[in-house]
């Protein structure tokens, strides 16, 4: 009995052409090149300070809280707002607020927080993974 598999049953397939790998780098180059980024330091959590007039509004809108189990994440910044020129942006998780801790509270209360106070000190850290599973659950 012949145990070879009949190939003649099969389609033929073409393969994309093969794409060289980029060229290797010496890691003493890599930090100026503008294939690698090696910028970590918008990862590692900020100090926004904000100071907001009686019924000014503050830049910025969020998301999230304790029903997510994702925490509170900033879901837009105003452009030319004081929460951007203090370098707020979409993506950043609010770890805490004037000592607050924001990772497992509920929305309603951050916004409470966040609205009542004239003088803000906002812990955050940008983190667009979480950010955008949260985006995720919330989409129909």
Known sequence: ??????????????????????????????IYHPDYNNELTQFLPQIITLKKPPGAQLGFNS??????????????????????RAGLQEGDQVLAVNDV??????????????KTAREISMHACFFPYNYHRQKERTVH
């Open 1 to 30: 009995m012949d145990s070879r598999i009949p190939y003649d049953n099969y389609p033929v397939v073409f393969l994309p052409a093969y794409e060289n790998p980029p060229a290797w780098i010496p890691p003493h180059e890599r």
């Open 63 to 84: 998301r999230g809280g304790k029903a997510s189990q994702l925490g509170i994440f900033i879901s837009k910044v105003m452009p030319d707002s004081d929460a951007h």
């Open 101 to 114: 801790d924001f990772q497992d509270i509920e929305h309603s209360k951050a916004v409470d927080i966040l």
